[in-house]
């Protein structure tokens, strides 16, 4: 029987890396970039960091304030840090002014305005951004010249207005308007945002069949989470500061909004600091806790407004 002989097959052999030698001269030049890298991060965290020390400042000072005796808080030279800490301080200036009842004022005054911020600058900002209309730009353009006019120069024809309709003494002037889009601000805001959504989801759901407010429900609202929050939290904080306004329009202690209170609790205890500083600080924690609560959504809303989708 013949015996056919096969070739052997050829052994194949990985290929052998190549050494790579990398100059000495680039391992220097990446050196150096790396620790200039690091020396402009450092110098860069170290400022922010003073700014923000500058800007906690009077925070701080008020809450160390708030823990003193009443010497302590008037001695020369001054005493940074309280001893003992008189924690009584803030039972005693709550007790002096009923805050609770300014406080539910307050979240009242804030809550509505926010609903009403929301409702109709949404609204109106839709019909700014995804629909057309004959002349819409020129009356968006006009709607933002008007934050231009200060306040005081409507100041007075509103408050003739309002007292006509027997709305002087209560919070309707403050809050029925921004149920009818009165924050030029917020609308603004949210056209932006609305802009940067694609055009192509709400041409997808007309070919469904779906109805602009439909649309505007359940395509664009749930989109915008990021900037609704933003525009709630920006008003939530103009109401909760807002001292102008309630000052004009409410005249009843009962209806006393915190900021209108601190200034009543300003007049009959301004020279005792320890109390007036506790009282401030309680006024305070709640916006800190609210923007502490809400700072990612806020970021995320204000960084992708004015972006093009």
Known sequence: MAVTDKPA???????VPKLVVTPYRSRRKRGKARRHEIAASVAKHTVLIILS???????????STSLKSQPQAIVVP????????VFSNYPQALESQPFLRYLWNTFFYCVTTVVGVLLSSSLVA??????SW???DKVFFVMVATLLLPFIVTLIPLFILFKDLGWVGSYK???????????????????????TIPQSLSDAARIDGAGELRIFSRIILPLAKPALATVALFQFLYAWNDFLGPLIYINA??????????YQFLSQYGTNWPWLMAASTAATVPIIILFFLTQKTFI?????TGEKG
């Open 9 to 15: 097959e050829a052994t194949v052999r990985p290929p």
């Open 53 to 63: 020390l500058g800007f906690l400042f009077p925070l701080l000072w008020m809450i």
């Open 78 to 85: 001054v005493v940074w840090w309280p001893h003992p800490f």
């Open 126 to 131: 839709y019909g700014f951004s995804r629909m």
């Open 134 to 136: 004959p002349g819409r």
């Open 173 to 195: 002037p403050l809050i029925i308007p921004t149920f009818f889009g009165s924050s030029v601000f917020s609308t603004f805001l949210l056209r932006q945002f609305f802009m």
């Open 253 to 262: 202690s009962n209806l006393y909004p915190i900021s209108i209170g601190l």
């Open 300 to 304: 995320q809303g204000i960084t992708l």
